[in-house]
């Protein structure tokens, strides 16, 4: 008697089963896709470019793209004076950088990549020109 309820039971559920099928399958999708794209991200990219070119003669900034805040580029200091590495400048440079860094992230973007690039330009055997870069990409939850 006990095999007969169970394969009764067996029965009923095998008729509910396309039913439950209907329901649950069309969310399966939705769901996938929704894991599979993750969430989107703005990115903005704040590059410093600092010159080596001796006697003030360079053009050290900082970039931002898009511009943040209403700002596009901001001076630095040139590291390089007439009698070599200009430690004060290097110190403006390092606050200026620390400062935006802060006001960036306290804003909510995360700092997500990065990246020192180094340009040497060479004349007549002497590499007296040149510049240090660096591109700092920052991403936000859109």
Same mark, same amino acid.
């Given at each position: 008697m006990s095999h007969h309820l169970n394969v009764m039971r067996n029965l009923r559920f095998l008729r509910l089963l396309p039913l439950l099928l209907l329901l649950v399958l069309p969310l399966l999708p939705q769901q996938a896709h929704a894991q599979a794209? @993750?969430? @989107?991200?703005?990115?903005?990219?704040? $590059?410093?470019?600092?010159? +080596? +070119?001796?006697?003030?003669?360079?053009?050290?900034r900082v970039l931002f793209t898009p511009e943040f805040k209403g700002t596009k580029e901001t001076q630095m200091e040139n590291l390089f004076s007439l009698t070599g590495i200009n430690m004060k400048n290097v110190q403006v440079n390092e606050e200026i950088i620390?400062?935006?860094?802060?006001?960036? $992230?306290?804003? @909510?973007?995360?700092?997500?990549? +990065? $990246?020192?690039?180094?340009?040497?330009?060479?004349?007549?055997?002497?590499?007296?020109? @040149?510049?240090?870069?660096?591109?700092?990409t920052f991403r936000k939850t859109k």
């Open positions: 794209k @993750g969430p @989107g991200y703005q990115y903005m990219q704040m $590059t410093t470019i600092e010159s +080596v +070119v001796a006697g003030g003669l360079g053009r050290s620390m400062r935006y860094l802060s006001e960036v $992230t306290a804003e @909510g973007w995360e700092l997500f990549q +990065v $990246t020192p690039l180094t340009q040497t330009l060479q004349s007549g055997g002497s590499t007296n020109q @040149g510049i240090f870069m660096t591109r700092y």
